[in-house]
């Protein structure tokens, strides 16, 4: 998944966003700041995916290393 596809998604998921509490009240995030905060979310988001994969690859790297499948390998640890 892009950034710019990340950013799509959290759009749609939160058209618009409120910061604040129940004791002070929320205030709705105009265009700018609401941006900033999707912007936010999304390279967050985008960061945390990268690192995932990168875990995932390596792990495949060394099960393709050893020549055993993901299945086998649990029955190793087990």
């Given amino acids: 998944m892009t950034k710019e596809q990340i950013i799509t998604q959290l759009k749609k998921d939160h058209p618009q ?3 604040g509490s129940e004791e002070q009240g929320y205030q709705v995030l105009e265009s700018a700041d609401y941006d900033q905060m999707i912007e936010i979310w999304a390279n967050d988001l985008f960061e945390r995916l990268q690192k995932e994969q990168a875990l995932l690859e390596s792990r495949q790297a060394l099960l393709n290393k050893l020549g055993i ?4 390998a649990k029955l190793l640890i087990q």
């Fill in 17 to 19: 966003i409120k910061i």
């Fill in 69 to 72: 499948t993901i299945d086998e």
